[in-house]
């Protein structure tokens, strides 16, 4: 098994890595914050702005283990704010392919690690062999 703790412009952990790559061809990556590579939290009122980061973060933690975002076979989606869900799919479908969406579970919470954080995204990768 291979931790990916924290890839080159990804930000800080604390107790977990950003993605496992584990026998077979798959990956499973943390939960994606709205964090960028120094720490800082982006669009603290701005949800796709949120979003848009934490997307981001999912391709690099993905590409650190021979994945990337159109691999996605499965994402859980935890958002603070169900009117956010427009800007979360908005988002989704510029960076997946609607014609294969992943399999999706979206979860409305009362608050994430952050108090800012809007949203945070975990997923499930095929790791693509050629380049794994």
């Known amino acids: 098994m291979q931790h990916f703790v924290r890839p080159q412009g990804s930000p800080p952990v604390n107790g ?3 993605a496992v790559a584990f026998s077979g061809p798959m990956v499973a990556v943390s939960g994606q914050v709205p964090m960028d590579a120094e720490g800082r939290t982006v669009g603290e009122s701005d949800a796709a702005a949120q979003i848009e980061q934490v997307f981001t973060n999912l391709s690099i933690a993905l590409q650190a283990a021979g994945a990337q975002l159109h691999d996605v076979a499965r ?8 009117a ?10 510029k960076h997946l392919d ?3 969406p992943p399999a999706c579970s979206l ?3 009362a608050g994430l690690v952050h108090p800012s954080f ?5 997923a499930l990768a095929r790791v693509d062999s050629a380049t794994a």
Do not use: M
């Open 84 to 93: 956010d869900l427009d800007a979360f799919r908005r988002i989704r479908d």
């Open 16 to 18: 977990y890595s950003h």
């Open 118 to 122: 809007r949203v945070e995204i975990d």
């Open 98 to 100: 609607p014609a294969r």
């Open 75 to 82: 994402l859980t989606v935890y958002l603070t704010d169900l």
């Open 107 to 109: 979860v409305r919470v």
